[in-house]
């Protein structure tokens, strides 16, 4: 399957912003899919998961509250809705989709990331 985040941009502290992830090739129903972030000179951080259906919900914990993970399977896209940007939640945001929902099963799919640049 082949994924593409797309709503990043720049935004100030405190804005809200909701990135969409759209897939290609194959629906999305059929894969667990997840959101990634990489800041400059940081390593990937896991934001959230959801299962195939979106019944099911894992965020990391520290992104708990403010990012709301969701899905629409008949557009045959997740969302990543994330509210009182912070200057730390500058980086790069990817989508990726796995096949099981279990925490040991690898992202075999990821897509170009979006970059979203919040100013103080």
């Known amino acids: 399957v082949q994924l593409q985040a797309s709503g990043g941009g720049l935004v100030q502290a405190g804005d809200s912003l909701r990135l969409s992830c759209t897939a290609s090739?194959?629906?999305?129903?059929?894969?667990?899919m997840g959101w990634f972030r990489q800041a400059p000179g940081k390593d990937r951080e896991f934001i959230g998961t959801i299962s195939k259906t979106g019944g099911t919900i894992y965020y990391g914990d520290s992104m708990k509250g403010r990012f709301t993970i969701s899905r629409d399977n008949a557009k045959n896209a997740v969302y990543l809705q994330m509210n009182i940007l912070r200057p730390e939640d500058t980086a790069v945001y990817f989508c990726?989709?796995?096949?099981?929902?279990?925490?040991?099963?690898?992202?075999?799919?990821w897509g170009q990331g979006t970059q979203v640049t919040v100013s103080s």
């Open positions: 090739g194959r629906t999305i129903s059929s894969y667990v």
């Open positions: 990726a989709a796995k096949n099981s929902l279990s925490h040991t099963a690898p992202y075999d799919s």
